[in-house]
């Protein structure tokens, strides 16, 4: 089991992240139909569609990786209810029809690297957070994980798409998640009335006026050790490119520094680039500079997102939003506040 520690988050492994990079076929991918898949951890061509088009959506799959998993199966569920389908439908025929029907042109397009992609600034930061102090910024590392992060897709399915790849040059074409579009029945952009967090199945849900379900991201929810509150708090504050202040009464273990200290933005902070701060001080949701742990890796209490869903939540909030945070135990007895 791997463990690695930034900020207020605490990064445990439970399985493998990613599958080996490997050439696959893009025109398979826009291309594919429904077929059975598997917990092999084999990219398939079926599930980097499906994981597009759940993106698109608005009902995120969590990073882009072309690997059937238990987010997977989440996303497939909150399409269901999003869409009116039965709430066993699981991965089928029929959910590939009703993800795919009303969907043109391909899953899968060229991009061309503009300046601005290849800009930066990339750093190199050190494992530990107090070490980060002196950066102007916490940028991403290099082009590659910038244009993963911009089209929602791991590095190693980037990398597959793109063998050839030296993503080096202005105007150098690739192939990208079409993900940059809305919508697979027409656009969602309904304004939230309420966010539902199951700590249990580290998941967020985002409902409309209406109770229709208008938005789904996988996340990281609490730990044994430090919990997520229970009950309704609001959203306070909403905030791009946050700062990051580590206080020492947080008392990670894995902070050495007695002293309080602050970080600069950028999307490695470890806030990520979004902070949604809620009415109990020090909780709220935010991004992550670690997109592959969503939902795999503890956290110090907060709720941790992506950071591009982070942004996606984000813009369909306004402050005092009812953010209820519920287990299996609590479902019964929350209040759900409007």
């Not at 029907?101 to 992609?117: E, F, I, K, M, Q």
């Not at 701060?277 to 795999?296: D, N």
Request: hydrophobic fraction near 40%; glycine fraction near 8%.
């Amino acid at each position: 089991m791997l463990g690695r520690q930034i900020g207020s988050i605490l990064f445990v492994a439970f399985i493998p992240i990613a599958a080996a990079a490997a050439e696959i076929d893009p025109a398979g991918i826009n291309a594919a139909g429904y077929a059975e898949v598997s917990l092999d951890g084999d990219i398939h061509a079926e599930v980097v569609k499906a994981q597009i088009l759940l993106d698109r959506a608005n009902l995120s799959p969590g990073e882009i990786d072309g690997q059937y998993s238990a987010r997977l199966e989440q996303g497939i569920a909150a399409f269901a209810e999003a869409y009116g389908l039965p709430a066993d439908t699981g991965w089928s025929r029929a959910l590939w029809l009703s993800l795919t029907s009303n969907v043109t042109g391909p899953v899968l397009v060229d991009y061309a690297l503009t300046r601005d992609d290849l800009r930066g600034p990339f750093v190199q930061l050190p494992s530990k957070i107090e070490d980060m102090q002196s950066f102007k910024t916490l940028g991403f590392a290099n082009v590659r994980e910038a244009l993963a992060e911009k089209f929602h897709i791991s590095e190693q399915l980037l990398a597959a798409l793109n063998p050839d790849a030296s993503f080096s040059e202005v105007g150098e074409k690739i192939l990208v998640p079409n993900v940059l579009v809305s919508g697979v029945s027409g656009e969602r952009k309904a304004a939230a009335a309420r966010i539902d967090v199951d700590k249990d199945r580290q998941t967020v849900k985002v409902y409309s006026a209406k109770n229709d379900l208008i938005a789904f991201f996988p996340a990281s929810v609490g730990s044994d050790n430090k919990p997520s509150p229970s009950g309704t708090l609001k959203v306070t504050l909403i905030e791009s490119d946050p700062s990051y202040h580590y206080n020492p009464k947080y008392q990670f273990k894995e902070v050495e520094k007695q002293r309080p200290f602050d970080l600069n933005p950028g999307p490695n902070n470890p806030l990520g680039t979004t902070w949604i701060a809620l009415s109990k001080p020090s909780y709220g949701i935010h991004g992550t500079p670690e997109p592959s742990r969503v939902g795999l890796a503890a956290s110090h209490g907060c709720v941790r997102l992506t950071n591009w869903d982070a942004q996606r939540l984000a813009g369909m909030l306004t402050k005092g939003v009812p953010v209820n945070f519920k287990a299996r135990s609590e479902i019964d007895s929350v209040f759900v506040a409007y």
